[in-house]
């Protein structure tokens, strides 16, 4: 019985202590902003502890407001408008118009250099905005690549497309290798690399082609059916209506192989009895289309109604190797109306005054 009062003693001391011990008010450490130098701070202060706030390095102050700052008894602190900006590093004045139009770069930042193809970097690629305002490394400078003469191939030369003086050649310079007849360069050109070297010279030897291969609807003319050597030519000609698409000429090539050949494209005919066309800058009926043909990649206007408006409008179409497509809007007209009342077919009707429909894709 006499160990109860004992007891309840001790647990209101407990609770006391516990009391006391957490009430008491601290403070934090200190809100910073970007700039202010953290590394003196601490964890945590007492009520009535003062801070005084500066800006790292790198940074200046740019308000005078007050500095020092304290722990209140409320736990928190009092008000400090202090804020750091960064320091600036003057951007050369050749980089100015890579910047944006800037002048001026913040403390840390970077500049990365690179240079154009055929232009070696002398100096360093990177340099970094330092905290006292200047950059850790000037730009660098970009030297033009030069190559050594190239080398012609045995049994052959090298024909510079620019006159050269001197022992060396700029990036970007070319050539072409020539070979003492009848034999051909394995390659026919050579330049000046970025990584300063030359092209390769070539191995001359002697190439054959087949004999010219025939083309539809057209002939070979002025060349003897056999096979040729390098750099000679034969010539075509498409029969009469069809129209060439390609070079006329092809030329025995460095690879044994002909250039490409031409192909014939075929005449097209206009797909409709009755109706009105605008072609070769005419307006003329189907029938007076005489004869009835338009050749390869010539237009030829159909005239289609605007039900809507009631007016014409015409829609194009283009002659794509013997296929003349024929709009979809169009409406070829019956006997009756193609001979009874022409004039109120679409092509005869008031035009329309804009565009209703889009040219017809021949493919």
């Not at 990177?126 to 305002?133: A, I, W």
């Amino acid at each position: 019985m006499k160990m109860a009062p004992t007891l309840a003693l001790l647990l209101l001391c407990q609770v006391t202590l516990y009391t006391t011990v957490t009430s008491k008010t601290v403070c934090g450490r200190p809100p910073i902003t970007d700039g202010i130098d953290e590394t003196t701070l601490k964890r945590v202060y007492e009520v009535g502890e003062g801070v005084t706030l500066t800006c790292e390095r790198g940074y200046l102050p740019s308000t005078t407001a007050p500095r020092r700052i304290t722990c209140t008894g409320t736990g928190e602190w009092t008000q400090s408008n202090l804020a750091c900006s960064p320091k600036m590093c003057a951007i050369p004045r050749p980089l100015q118009p890579l910047a944006m139009g800037r002048t001026e770069a913040p403390y840390k930042s970077v500049l990365n250099y690179t240079c154009d193809d055929g232009y070696v970097m002398q100096g360093a690629n990177e340099s970094k905005c330092l905290h006292d305002g200047t950059w850790s490394n000037p730009p660098p400078l970009c030297k033009a690549v030069n190559c050594p003469l190239p080398t012609p191939p045995r049994d052959g030369r090298i024909v510079h497309d620019k006159p050269v003086t001197g022992r060396t050649i700029m990036y970007g310079q070319s050539w072409t290798y020539e070979c003492d007849r009848p034999k051909a360069p394995s390659h026919e050109r050579g330049s000046c690399r970025a990584d300063g070297t030359a092209t390769e010279p070539p191995v001359c030897r002697e190439v054959r082609c087949s004999i010219p291969p025939s083309i539809p609807n057209g002939v070979i003319t002025f060349a003897v059916m056999r096979p040729h050597g390098y750099k000679e030519k034969v010539k075509y000609a498409c029969n009469e209506h069809y129209v060439m698409d390609g070079e006329a000429e092809l030329q025995c090539q460095n690879t044994g192989n002909w250039s490409s050949k031409p192909v014939c494209r075929a005449p097209c005919t206009v797909g409709i009895k009755r109706g009105r066309i605008f072609y070769n800058a005419r307006k003329l009926w189907i029938a007076d289309l005489k004869p009835n043909r338009v050749l390869h990649g010539e237009h030829v206007a159909f005239y289609c109604l605007n039900k809507a408006e009631r007016c014409g409008y015409p829609v194009v179409s283009t002659c794509n190797d013997g296929t003349l497509p024929i709009p979809e809007c169009f409406e070829e007209p019956g006997k009756v109306e193609y001979n009874l009342r022409p004039k109120t077919l679409p092509s005869e009707i008031t035009m329309c005054a804009s565009p209703t429909a889009s040219p017809v894709n021949p493919n």
